[in-house]
């Protein structure tokens, strides 16, 4: 079954505290991508990566980090630097130069 | 730098009406538009896409134009269902080639029995 998987679905962090959301998909895409999504703001890139080892800021990267250390994973940690962490978090895919992105299920990040 | 603004940010229509959408882009070089929709809870999905070489696409009931010149590009939707109901999103895809998306506001759109 083909397709972009995210875990956990919730998951819950204390103030201070790292966690780490993770990504895999396994339709051999080269690019993948972390946004974020609050009510009303659309979703917003905070980093992609378009192949192993190398990875790019996006708009919002404050706070955040990523590896790419194999073509189908992509975690995101969120650190204690991210002073408003609590929102939704899509991690999507896709071929390089223009196409369609395959979006994962999502988390839903909540600082306790 | 790169943004995609999109308008209306909500919007109600009755069942059977149509439903448009707009969108404004920044980076003249911009190649690539897909519009998604996401039920709540869910995924965004890929509903219809276009490249910049072609001005309008149809699939049944859905159509988007794009006007290259202008640097906008528009959603319709007509004979709206309740199962339309969702946010939409476009975006456009920046000339860097890199793939990625910037994606617009989202609309959210309600459509009424």
């Known amino acids: 079954d083909g397709g972009i998987t995210q875990s956990p679905k919730y998951l819950f962090r204390k103030e201070g505290q790292n966690v780490t959301l993770s990504c895999e998909q396994n339709l051999n895409h080269d690019a993948m991508y972390w946004y974020r999504q609050d009510p009303g703001q659309g979703l917003r890139l905070i980093y992609y990566s378009q192949i192993v080892n190398d990875f790019q800021k996006g708009d919002i990267a404050e706070g955040y980090s990523v590896s790419r250390e194999k073509k189908e994973s992509f975690p995101l940690t969120v650190t204690s630097a991210q002073k408003n962490p609590t929102a939704f978090y899509l991690c999507?895919?896709?071929?390089?130069?223009?196409?369609?992105?395959?979006f994962g299920q999502g988390t839903r990040l909540t600082v306790v | 730098g790169e943004n995609v603004e999109q308008h209306p940010s909500t919007l109600s229509v009755q069942e059977g009406d149509s439903a448009v959408i707009k969108c404004t882009y920044s980076?003249?070089?911009?190649?690539?538009f897909p519009w998604y929709k996401q039920e709540l809870g869910k995924r965004p999905q890929l509903i219809i896409d276009?490249?910049?070489?072609?001005g309008e696409k149809k699939d049944q009931r859905i159509a988007v134009t794009l006007n290259k010149t202008a640097k906008h590009f528009s959603l319709h939707i007509t004979e709206t269902q309740p199962e339309d109901s969702a946010v939409y999103f476009c975006a456009a895809s920046p000339s860097s080639n890199t793939g990625k998306l910037i994606f617009g506001q989202g609309t959210t759109l309600q459509v009424k029995p």
């Open positions: 276009i490249r910049s070489n072609v």
């Open positions: 999507a895919s896709s071929q390089m130069g223009g196409s369609e992105a395959f």
């Open positions: 980076d003249s070089a911009s190649n690539y």
